[in-house]
């Protein structure tokens, strides 16, 4: 299940409930004794000491402790022993080769490399030291720990914040086939279709359950609105009517005992509050100025940090009327080439030449820190303004719900919902006709991002838009660049047609120059030509070609996997018969055999 609701209505409290982090100041929480509970929080989480790969490993107590037993039992039953306590070592040994095969001991290290490629990590990350890692890499170690060890409910409060769109993808898909249960508080809305069965909203206090999706909740929340409005005015009817008798008979006597009864009814009746809502912030912007059709040119530019390029050599065109989308792994260098076209950056090397007339508003999560924090939220408005009036400055502050003397609050004492307003708020005065938006949305909650997604469907300008919210991307974007190797590439489209037409094409680049001649090029199927289909299918045969051996490499090791594995079981049930230690069998050798067939299923899951 999925718990929505606007930033600040008490979400990880409830998390804080769950874990006994915060006790309840009255009612009970309710849960079995032995309840096995994986938390992510929002905060980062900071480990050292370990690799990554063995940090992941290590939540896996259990089986690390039964490893440790394994391995000193097997030495024992090496030693001369007498015959009772031979049997009682090798009856324990059997005992936890069986609970070790149910934790998934044998292949606990191929699972959890797979996690940890999942959520993006290289083979030699895994072997980096965890304090090595910056915070949100952290926190992909934490996420990763979690789904190892696989509790009986996992709780996971905004998961998607840290992590680039193939690991979310990645996550989505794991999250489903998952036997945990889930409970997972996220702004972000595909993510909650595709991963919840309901929604919990936590509004005023109070939780309400809406099964199905998140455009399902919006529809019942629609009816039940009306419906509880229409209760309400019902009620306050009756009580005119009530209240319009009583005044009409309270002087006759012969009325005396209805009237009497009338009151009664009154302080009876529970009083129904009308309904409310949270308030919301609104804005359009204004009508921009038109520019040049060529608002931006990047020519052959590369940008780098001392020795380390992280852009080369980008040719970008960026025209009136687009509205583009940067996806790209995180660290691949997106904020890089957003600062390079808001001029920001200077490039090492070719150029950036901007178009006549072309205004830019940068919004950047960078720039939330640059905020100044002995400035109130109106001083910082007025310092980006210009000529605008305190009245005019005053009335958009409370459409981005800085009202009255909010507007006196120092930026200090901010949280990153409110920065993020008063950012919004500034690029708004600007009237630019070019948004750079490096994640504009990620500390706010869904009402906000459905805000901030009408204004720009409705804005006329030039967008480029660095997101995670896939559903925003695919309201916004007519064209989608990916970034990967320091390179950039154009594909018409929103986010889903960039996965369900273009993707393909980034594949690793096979050995074929001419490919190169339509990989970036957008043309319908129906407009191609006989030499770019001809092409297309040579493309497409190669890739068959070198996918077949490593295809049948797969299908081979699972088989001997499979193998190794019904070998290991038959053998830990024999270790499980009394009989075997009652008919002399040679228990070392079975002991040898044992660890051979485990080096064996480890070693082709490495492969594998």
């Given at each position: 299940m999925g718990i929505i609701g606007a930033n600040g209505s008490g979400k990880s409290t409830v998390f804080k409930l769950l874990l006994n982090l915060e006790h309840p100041d009255q009612g009970q929480i309710s849960k079995p004794k032995n309840l096995r509970l994986g938390y992510l929080p929002q905060d980062v989480l900071h480990f050292h000491g370990k690799t990554v790969l063995d940090q992941v490993l290590d939540v896996a107590e259990e089986v690390q402790a039964i490893e440790a037993e394994l391995s000193l039992l097997t030495n024992q039953l090496e030693q001369p022993l007498p015959e009772a306590e031979l049997t009682a070592v090798a009856q324990r040994q059997s005992r936890l080769l069986e609970e070790y095969h149910r934790l998934g001991g044998y292949d606990l290290e191929a699972r959890a490399r797979k996690v940890l490629a999942g959520l993006g990590f290289t083979e030699k990350d895994m072997d980096r030291q965890v304090e090595e890692m910056s915070g949100g890499w952290a926190m992909r170690v934490a996420l990763a720990r979690i789904l190892l060890a696989e509790p009986d409910l996992i709780l996971l409060d905004e998961p998607t914040n840290h992590l680039d769109l193939d690991s979310l993808v990645w996550l989505e898909e794991y999250l489903v086939q998952i036997t945990s249960s889930l409970m997972l508080v996220s702004h972000d809305r595909v993510f909650l279709d595709r991963v919840g069965h309901r929604l919990l909203e936590l509004e005023h206090g109070r939780l309400t359950s809406y099964p199905g999706n998140f455009q399902r909740y919006l529809e019942e929340k629609e009816k039940r609105l009306k419906?509880?409005?229409?209760?309400?005015?019902?009620?306050?009817?009756?009580?005119?009517?009530?209240?319009?008798?009583?005044?009409?008979?309270?002087?006759?006597?012969?009325?005396?005992?209805?009237?009497?009864?009338?009151?009664?009814?009154?302080?009876?009746?529970?009083?129904?509050?009308?309904?409310?809502?949270?308030?919301?912030?609104?804005?359009?912007?204004?009508?921009?100025?038109?520019?040049?059709?060529?608002?931006?040119?990047?020519?052959?530019?590369?940008?780098?940090?001392?020795?380390?390029?992280?852009?080369?050599?980008?040719?970008?065109?960026?025209?009136?009327?687009?509205?583009?989308?940067?996806?790209?792994?995180?660290?691949?260098?997106?904020?890089?080439?957003?600062?390079?076209?808001?001029?920001?950056?200077?490039?090492?090397?070719?150029?950036?030449?901007?178009?006549?007339?072309?205004?830019?508003?940068?919004?950047?999560?960078?720039?939330?820190?640059?905020?100044?924090?002995?400035?109130?939220?109106?001083?910082?408005?007025?310092?980006?303004?210009?000529?605008?009036?305190?009245?005019?400055?005053?009335?958009?502050?409370?459409?981005?719900?800085?009202?009255?003397?909010?507007?006196?609050?120092?930026?200090?004492?901010?949280?990153?919902?409110?920065?993020?307003?008063?950012?919004?708020?500034?690029?708004?005065?600007?009237?630019?006709?070019?948004?750079?938006?490096?994640?504009?949305?990620?500390?706010?909650?869904?009402?906000?991002?459905?805000?901030?997604?009408?204004?720009?469907?409705?804005?006329?300008?030039?967008?480029?838009?660095?997101?995670?919210?896939?559903?925003?991307?695919?309201?916004?974007?007519?064209?989608?660049?990916?970034?990967?190797?320091?390179?950039?590439?154009?594909?018409?489209?929103?986010?889903?047609?960039?996965?369900?037409?273009?993707?393909?094409?980034?594949?690793?680049?096979?050995?074929?120059?001419?490919?190169?001649?339509?990989?970036?090029?957008?043309?319908?199927?129906?407009?191609?030509?006989?030499?770019?289909?001809?092409?297309?299918?040579?493309?497409?045969?190669?890739?068959?070609?070198?996918?077949?051996?490593?295809?049948?490499?797969?299908?081979?090791?699972?088989?001997?996997?499979?193998?190794?594995?019904?070998?290991?079981?038959?053998?830990?049930?024999l270790l499980a018969k009394p009989d075997t230690y009652e008919n002399g069998t040679d228990l070392a050798a079975l002991n040898r055999k044992y660890s051979e067939l485990k080096n064996s299923l480890e070693k082709h899951n490495r492969q594998w």
């Open positions: 419906s509880q409005w229409a209760a309400y005015r019902h009620q306050q009817e009756q009580i005119r009517q009530i209240k319009r008798f009583i005044d009409r008979n309270r002087a006759r006597k012969d009325r005396a005992k209805q009237v009497q009864g009338r009151l009664k009814m009154l302080d009876k009746m529970e009083m129904m509050e009308p309904p409310t809502s949270p308030d919301r912030f609104a804005f359009t912007f204004p009508p921009p100025s038109r520019a040049a059709k060529i608002v931006l040119e990047l020519k052959k530019a590369s940008k780098g940090y001392g020795d380390q390029p992280v852009v080369s050599d980008i040719d970008l065109t960026i025209q009136r009327g687009d509205r583009l989308a940067l996806i790209g792994p995180n660290g691949v260098g997106k904020t890089t080439l957003v600062r390079l076209m808001a001029g920001m950056l200077t490039p090492d090397s070719g150029e950036l030449v901007l178009g006549s007339g072309v205004r830019i508003a940068y919004f950047a999560q960078q720039q939330l820190e640059l905020l100044n924090p002995q400035q109130t939220v109106l001083e910082s408005l007025q310092s980006v303004a210009g000529d605008l009036g305190q009245g005019r400055l005053r009335n958009l502050l409370g459409g981005f719900l800085f009202r009255k003397d909010e507007v006196d609050k120092l930026v200090s004492v901010l949280s990153g919902g409110e920065r993020s307003r008063l950012l919004l708020c500034q690029i708004l005065v600007q009237q630019a006709n070019f948004l750079l938006l490096d994640e504009p949305n990620n500390h706010l909650d869904i009402q906000g991002r459905r805000v901030l997604e009408k204004a720009l469907e409705a804005y006329e300008g030039v967008i480029c838009l660095v997101s995670h919210d896939r559903h925003l991307i695919n309201a916004i974007a007519n064209k989608v660049l990916v970034l990967t190797n320091g390179r950039v590439e154009m594909f018409h489209g929103n986010y889903d047609d960039y996965q369900e037409v273009w993707k393909q094409r980034l594949q690793p680049t096979l050995p074929l120059p001419e490919i190169e001649s339509y990989r970036s090029e957008t043309i319908p199927a129906s407009k191609k030509s006989k030499e770019q289909k001809r092409l297309e299918a040579k493309w497409r045969n190669e890739l068959s070609r070198m996918k077949a051996p490593l295809t049948k490499r797969l299908e081979s090791l699972e088989q001997v996997i499979e193998e190794v594995s019904g070998r290991l079981d038959e053998l830990n049930h």
